[in-house]
């Protein structure tokens, strides 16, 4: 299938554009009217995630209503860790919940880490096949998986935290089970995103979204270590890596084998820019609560953030997921602003 | 009174010293059994908070138990908020809660900013006194209050949040409603840690908890300037000022009045130390869960911080708050592996 707009994936390589493409993270979910719509007619997120019908649906309406340049497939993070045998819940409010965790050598009977991703993440495998029939060439469809850091947290604390202290408890107190289950988690990670490629998603994304909660040093050993695994296995498509709050490591994310670093709100596009060169292409990162503003102030913070770039190398996206009470409206003000700047490089 | 242990002090102002001071945050807490002993014989944290004979009890068991260069009253940054007229819960496994919070011009009906700070705050006050005559000059005892930053989120978000959209909402869609309650939270804070220097504090530190939230441009605008408004204000005693995860902005807080500069675990002591020179003392920043390890290694890894120095002008600390968890005995060696260390500047 020819793409008709493929103005994403030339960012994402560095090659000639002519306006900035742009999209937003959780773009899919709560802000749009028509996402409740079928979410409601449903018994919960996981009946949306788990039938390819719906998250087809849902993974389509922003680029029918918001007019973003890709869509990325309605899904979660934890969809991994639950095929390997940890199932959870999502309790309203609080987040997710796992019943079993992993703090022992013992506890890795609770997991398997050889399984078909066909047989048991064939609904993800669908649901992105059926996307791309429905969009039918209009915008590429990304695909994306939690980092492997990210995913040991949520096996190891079994919930949200504001620390992750048992998952960091377990760095110091068990480096090897650590390494142990990183390195199983990657495996199944890169087979996973390799099938996701297989069944037609154009680009991958990696989201480390609990980044920030470590030191330099520790997130070179436990988690840069495993993206770099990724990033040299996966190479059919742009990936982009995402490390919310990892400040101190941009720089040695980028010289991973990826496409694109994902910026978070905090970063500073330019000082990042000075330091790695020209050689990345950067995504981001308007601050999620500047959609809060008038219509002439998101058009203004957005150009802002767009006369900072001085490379053609981004795609432009927030800095964080896009709040659920932001106005679709203003989403749209924010898109219409980066379609409309002339682009100078 | 005379301090038979002044170290602290010392340290705080660059003067020499023979060894490195040691405290922990959260040290007067619930990693003590002696606390816990106290606490449940109580209706709750606020009726220990509130009642001076136990707050200064629990604020001088670690100086007892755990040997540490200072005292730091058992009080919570929330008493500020409450005694403005925003009274918290604090829920069990969810943090604190408020019933009214500032999202309007309106709501600032329900805080007041001008009190006696005695009249609402006066057991805070009483608790420091008795504090210093039980403690009677064994170590300097350390006041503290929220950054107003900090305190803002909870007045206007009303709880904890991971990202406080809400306390952010209002930086586009109202800056000068934030910047009037800032300013209105600042001139509090002032009065309140000259009550308590007044009191008999030795030393002061002001917390910013969610300073990792906000982009260096916004951290700079809505909180740097009033914490630069408190450290030109608090001159009697030395001045700590602690913005946990504004890792892009230690170098901007190096240079307001301030005499120490507290780093959480994630920040690189050897870089800002780069960054800053030797015109400031830190104070930091072994990771919380180090304190899991095993005695050796608790040692080791205190030792590897202490080598990073570089300077007399430390006072060691966790990066963070102690964790629950933390077995009181690892927390001695930790303090042990300091008062050890042979200091070489």
Same mark, same amino acid.
């Given at each position: 299938?020819?793409?008709?707009n493929d103005l994403i994936?030339r960012a994402a390589?560095?090659?000639?554009i002519e306006r900035y493409p742009v999209w937003l993270m959780?773009q899919?979910?709560?802000?749009? &009217? ?6 409601? %007619?449903?018994? /919960? ?6 039938? &390819?019908?719906?998250?087809? #649906?849902?993974?389509?309406?922003p680029v029918?209503i918001l007019g973003v340049d890709a869509a ?5 993070? +934890?969809? $991994?860790?639950?095929? *390997? ?6 309790? #309203? ?5 796992? #019943? ?23 609904? $993800? ?14 915008v590429p469809?990304?695909? !994306?998986? =939690?980092? &492997? ?5 949520? *096996?190891?604390?079994?919930? /949200? %935290?504001?620390? !992750?202290? #048992? ?7 068990? &480096? ?14 890169? @087979? ?10 154009? *680009? ?7 980044? /920030?909660? +470590?030191?330099?040093? @520790?997130?070179?050993? !436990? ?21 919310? =709050? ?14 694109t670093?994902g910026l978070?709100w905090? *970063?500073?596009i ?11 292409t950067l995504q981001g990162n308007l601050d999620p609560?500047a959609l809060?503003s008038?219509h002439a102030e998101v058009a203004d913070l957005t150009n802002k953030m767009l006369n900072s770039f001085q490379s053609k190398r981004h795609i432009v996206n927030l800095g964080? /997921?896009v709040?659920?009470?932001v106005?679709p409206e203003k989403v749209k003000t924010f898109i219409n602003t980066v379609k409309e700047y002339e682009i100078k490089y």
């Amino acid at each position: 299938m020819i793409l008709k707009n493929d103005l994403i994936l030339r960012a994402a390589k560095g090659e000639s554009i002519e306006r900035y493409p742009v999209w937003l993270m959780r773009q899919a979910g709560r802000i749009l &009217p028509e996402y409740r719509a079928v979410r409601n %007619s449903l018994s /919960g997120f996981k009946e949306l995630v788990e039938t &390819p019908q719906f998250a087809a #649906e849902v993974t389509i309406q922003p680029v029918d209503i918001l007019g973003v340049d890709a869509a990325i497939i309605f899904s979660d993070i +934890l969809v $991994v860790p639950e095929a *390997m045998g940890l199932e959870y819940q999502m309790i #309203e409010k609080r987040g997710p919940w796992f #019943e079993k965790t992993i703090k022992s050598e013992a506890d890795l009977k609770y997991a398997e880490f050889d399984f078909d991703i066909e047989d048991r993440l064939g609904y $993800v495998l669908e649901a992105i096949k059926l996307t791309n029939k429905e969009l039918d060439g209009r915008v590429p469809l990304i695909g !994306f998986a =939690g980092a &492997p850091w990210t995913i040991f947290c949520y *096996m190891v604390e079994g919930s /949200g %935290s504001k620390t !992750f202290s #048992e998952a960091r408890k377990m760095l110091y107190t068990n &480096p090897k089970l650590a390494h142990d289950l990183l390195s199983r988690i990657t495996k199944v990670t890169i @087979q996973y995103l390799k099938a996701q490629i297989q069944a037609g998603a154009h *680009m991958i994304q990696v989201f480390d979204s609990w980044a /920030g909660i +470590l030191g330099t040093e @520790q997130y070179a050993e !436990f988690s840069l270590r495993y993206l770099n695994e990724i990033a040299n296995a996966i190479n059919e498509v742009p990936l982009t890596l995402f490390s919310k =709050g990892a400040i101190t490591s941009v720089g040695a994310i980028a010289k991973l084998n990826c496409n694109t670093v994902g910026l978070d709100w905090n *970063m500073d596009i330019q000082a990042i820019r000075a330091e790695i060169g020209d050689s990345r292409t950067l995504q981001g990162n308007l601050d999620p609560c500047a959609l809060y503003s008038s219509h002439a102030e998101v058009a203004d913070l957005t150009n802002k953030m767009l006369n900072s770039f001085q490379s053609k190398r981004h795609i432009v996206n927030l800095g964080h /997921g896009v709040y659920p009470d932001v106005d679709p409206e203003k989403v749209k003000t924010f898109i219409n602003t980066v379609k409309e700047y002339e682009i100078k490089y």
